[in-house]
């Protein structure tokens, strides 16, 4: 029988994942990014004290259209500023202070059989979606699968982290839409096979089933992280989409933006974001528009003092911020914000040598003999302990009873290995 690898981690879900998504709507302002991080110049379509309306472009990028950033409000444009973002690094942003927006006139729905290839990628290009899974633009995805081709698609709402549940919110609420979202994906992906993907308990499956049908869903294994249907470890808002994918991911909220995109010609404006920890009395899933702060959210779900911890992200591999001056783009799907005395910093050991560390490594390698390795700078053997290949998940450090943050000195290790065999071939030119 094959070694089970992973983790097991507590499920911390509830009470979010049963109360009904909450919208947060009232703002007094958004800041949104001119573009997402590229090489290519940038040029601002919106100046000071114009008035936006919702989706209207906020820039041209030269060579990489695809950038560009779409208001999520209607609103005044009141100022500039530059932010250091979790996700995206530095960003600058624009601030738009918001205005009553119109009523969208009802559109008759349009018959998907008439969206082609390529009215989809457009249309995924126009509304400027972005997966949540990878910060990677759908478009880029689409033309990815359709050159390098794609076996499989699978919509990815698993969420086996502790605290996330708005895959799972997002299909609660509109199953069918995603589902449909998924078709035309496929369609333009031309590909003939694809499910989604979850990790839920009987009843939610069971009525999830009866919406979608049993041969759109799968029920993946609980331990962290999922391997047998997802690939991880692409860096987050690189472009870079997965190439030799023989099965494509995608977001549960990318699906349902396209849908929206297509069917209700709707910008991608809004995400769901699960807030929840200790510190915030009312965890739940809020649907929140792009550019929101996380201070704006966190108001909203009645945490009235500063957390000490906030945590964008999972439990598992989220990223601590220092300031709640920041807005949710894509890929921001879970906040997190803990008092201390639920995050005390674990005292560190010397390793025991228990092996959990490497049962733990879905990639199948030895955490602990990195570490070893690169500790005592053994960095000319590090390559054959593949150190290159960890995604980061984080399961190693979560499983060592001595406390060893591996994950963190394998990161080291495999740029340190990088550095080192670079020095060498350039002493020997
Ligand atoms: S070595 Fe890397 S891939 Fe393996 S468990 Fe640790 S963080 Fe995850
Ligand atoms: S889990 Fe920790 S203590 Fe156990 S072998 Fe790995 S590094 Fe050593």
Not at 157 to 170: K, L, N, R, T
Not at 183 to 204: F, K, N
Request: a negative charge; glycine letters at 6%.
């Amino acid at each position: 029988m094959a070694l089970k690898r992973g983790a097991r981690l507590l499920f911390q879900k509830e009470p979010a994942i049963s109360l009904p998504t909450a919208e947060l709507n009232t703002l007094p302002q958004v800041i949104l990014p001119y573009a997402f991080p590229t090489d290519a110049t940038v040029i601002p379509t919106v100046h000071l004290y114009d008035t936006v309306r919702k989706g209207t472009r906020l820039s041209t990028v030269e060579d990489d259209p695809i950038s560009a950033v779409c208001s999520s409000v209607t609103g005044l444009v009141s100022g500039e500023r530059e932010i250091q973002h979790p996700l995206y690094g530095t960003l600058s942003c624009v601030v738009i202070d918001c205005l009553p927006d119109n009523p969208t006139p009802e559109v008759p729905t349009p018959a998907s059989e008439q969206f082609t290839p390529e009215y989809i990628l457009q249309a995924a290009k126009e509304a400027g979606i972005v997966d949540e899974l990878d910060g990677v633009p759908l478009s880029l995805k689409l033309q990815d699968w359709q050159t390098n081709g794609c076996g499989f698609l699978v919509v990815d709402a698993v969420e086996i982290e502790p605290f996330s549940s708005s895959a799972w919110a997002v299909l609660h609420d509109y199953a069918e839409q995603v589902l449909e979202g998924l078709r035309m994906l496929a369609r333009c992906a031309g590909v003939t096979r694809y499910h989604i993907a979850v990790c839920l308990s009987g009843a939610r499956r069971r009525a999830l089933t009866l919406r979608i049908g049993k041969p759109f869903l799968y029920q993946t294994d609980s331990y962290y992280p999922v391997t047998d249907i997802v690939h991880r470890g692409k860096k987050f808002g690189t472009h870079s989409a997965p190439h030799s994918a023989t099965v494509g991911r995608v977001g549960v909220q990318a699906c349902l933006a396209l849908y929206r995109a297509l069917f209700l010609s709707e910008p991608h404006s809004r995400c769901v974001v699960t807030v929840a920890g200790d510190a915030v009395p009312q965890p739940q899933n809020v649907s929140v528009p792009f550019g929101a702060t996380l201070q704006q959210l966190l108001e909203f779900c009645d945490v009235s003092d500063l957390p000490d911890y906030v945590i964008v992200g999972e439990q598992m591999t989220g990223t601590a911020v220092s300031s709640l001056d920041i807005p949710v783009l894509p890929g921001m799907t879970c906040l997190l914000a803990f008092s201390t005395k639920t995050l005390r910093t674990p005292a560190t050991y010397s390793c025991v040598g228990c092996g959990r560390c490497a049962q733990s490594c879905h990639a199948g390698l030895l955490p602990f003999e990195i570490v070893r390795r690169h500790q005592n700078m053994h960095y000319e053997r590090l390559s054959s302990l593949r150190a290159d290949e960890c995604d980061g998940c984080n399961a190693c450090s979560f499983v060592c009873p001595s406390g060893i943050p591996l994950a963190s000195i394998v990161e080291e290790a495999k740029a340190a290995s990088g550095a080192v065999f670079l020095d060498m071939e350039d002493s020997h030119a």
